[in-house]
């Protein structure tokens, strides 16, 4: 058997399949930034996988785990420590989240990958390690055509007085609409900023039928193709798209992907099926 782990910052998803792919158990977890997140908090939360996955230990012959934050040595060497008490007898395989977007979506075949979530990144592939890389910048200088920056376009605009009233006032219904709210959640709230922007998403985009929150949609997407995907050999390679907000907006990406001369390959709103597949065949 084995284990593969996709965690984004808010859900880790831990698969433990056998070796033709045939699914075992299914964990979620809360998910893991292993570079921001406390050290402690993270190996907490592979000890509960590992009393999750306890009756199977001595089975599982690899572990293939993907998570933002893996940017040094020391964290590596931290995690596979951690994942080994999940499967003694196997050497952990850890990768960060973009890898395992590219592979998900691409396999083992070359291609672009792009994370179109509550943030957005990019990268090519050749079919086994990424080639090319345009950094993101995070929800404040950059994440194109993600779902945060959509909803950072919209509240800047709207405190601002430039979102038309009908918009605004459908708004202020079912959110604080107001100057020092909005300020609040952004700047001073314990939680994420670019998580409660990126859940302003599903309000714009039930209003895409008007003009101007059409024109900020395709805008946000637009800048995400012309300023990241354009950089990579988009003429000779497929671009695979993941992430729920571009699953969403696939009736939106799409035709302006092809308006652009990009072909896309596919959709997939969460990797890790791709990854079991990758992993298995």
């Keep these: 058997m084995i284990l593969v782990t996709d965690s984004g910052a808010t859900k880790a998803d831990w698969r433990l399949v056998r070796k033709d792919g045939t699914p075992v158990e299914r964990l979620l977890t809360e998910g893991m930034n292993v570079s921001s997140m406390a050290s402690d908090a993270v190996l907490g939360i592979i000890r509960k996988a590992a009393e999750a996955f306890s009756q199977y230990s001595g089975d599982i012959s690899g572990v293939y785990f993907y998570t933002a934050g893996v940017v040094t040595e020391q964290i590596r060497h931290s995690l596979t420590a951690a994942l080994k008490e999940i499967a003694p007898k196997a050497e952990p395989e850890i990768w960060d989240d973009l890898t395992g977007c590219a592979r998900a979506v ?36 950059g994440d194109e055509g ?11 605009d709207l405190i601002k007085g430039l979102v038309p009233k009908e918009i605004a006032d459908a708004f202020a219904k079912d959110h604080d609409s107001s100057y020092a709210g909005i300020v609040q959640k952004v700047y001073r709230s314990a939680g994420s900023p670019s998580g409660y922007l990126g859940s302003l998403a599903p309000f714009i985009l039930e209003h895409y039928s008007l003009p101007y929150i059409k024109d900020m949609v395709d805008g946000n997407f637009r800048a995400f193709i012309d300023r990241c995907l354009r950089r990579y050999e988009v003429e000779k390679y497929p671009v695979g798209i993941v992430g729920g907000f571009g699953c969403a907006c696939r009736h939106i990406f799409g035709p302006l992907a092809e308006e652009a001369g990009i072909k896309v390959s596919g959709y997939i709103s969460e990797p890790v099926e791709g990854l079991i597949k990758y992993h298995t065949c």
């Design 106 to 141: 691409c396999g083992h075949a070359p291609g672009i990958a792009a994370i179109l979530g509550t943030g957005s990144n990019s990268c090519q592939f050749d079919g086994k390690a990424i080639t090319a890389h345009i950094n993101t910048g995070g929800f404040i200088l």
């Design 146 to 156: 993600s779902a945060s920056a959509l909803g950072k376009l919209f509240v800047s």
